[in-house]
Each structure stands twice: as structure tokens, then as C-alpha cells.
């Protein structure tokens, strides 16, 4: 069976930073690609970032300079660092692993206050 687990959301100020976490279990994570998307009260979800097998990664417009993704294999674990958060990245924050199949956490909540 496989499960992402994302402890690490909560609430914090403008400004502030955040490191989120996806623990995997039930996949082959290395060959995984690692994402984290976020969806916002009356919006669609949208991708924050993503890491592949080979270590490419893409980050959304809106938080490239501020959000890093990483990934440790040994843990089958995926992170993303968030730091100078602004009440514009309150969502809830999705992990997603994707090879042939796609896979979702359940969402863990961030809220940035102003």
C-alpha cells in the first residue's frame, strides 16, 4: 500500500519559514518523481515544485528564490524548504510521487498570517 505523509504545515507569519516533509512508503522512491502542489480556498491546485529521479527540478514563477525542494533517498523523504513566506502561499500542501502510477498525501495545511 502506498502512503506519502506530510507532518511539518501550521501557521506562521509573514516573513517566516517553514520546512515541510513527505515520508514514502509502498514505492520504488528513487525512481519517483517528487513533487509538492498546493491548493488555495477557491483555487485549482498548482504545482509548487518537483524533483525528478536525475535531480532536475522546476519551481513555480511564485516561489522560485524563496522554496527549495530536496529529496533524500536513503529516507525515501522529500522536503520543501519555505522560507519569506507571504500570506499569498496559504494552502493546503500536497506531496506527489509520479513514475507510471501517480500518487497523492493527504495535504497538510500551511497558513501564513500578515
Known amino acids: 500500500q502506498v502512503q506519502l505523509v506530510e507532518p511539518g504545515g501550521g501557521l506562521v507569519q509573514a516573513g517566516g519559514s517553514l520546512r515541510l516533509s513527505c515520508a514514502a512508503s509502498?514505492?520504488?522512491?528513487?525512481?519517483?518523481?517528487m513533487g509538492w502542489y498546493r491548493q488555495a480556498p477557491e483555487k485549482q491546485r498548482e504545482l509548487v515544485a518537483r524533483?525528478?529521479?536525475?535531480?532536475?527540478?522546476t519551481y513555480a514563477d511564485s516561489v522560485k528564490g524563496r522554496f527549495t525542494i530536496s529529496r533524500d533517498n536513503a529516507k525515501n523523504t522529500v522536503y520543501l524548504q519555505m522560507n519569506s513566506l507571504k500570506p499569498d502561499d496559504t494552502a493546503v500542501y500536497y506531496c506527489?510521487?509520479?513514475?507510471?502510477?501517480?500518487?497523492w498525501g493527504k495535504g497538510t495545511l500551511v497558513t501564513v498570517s500578515s
Open positions: 506527489n510521487a509520479h513514475h507510471d502510477e501517480r500518487y
Open positions: 509502498g514505492i520504488i522512491f528513487s525512481i519517483n518523481t
Open positions: 524533483i525528478t529521479s536525475g535531480g532536475k527540478i
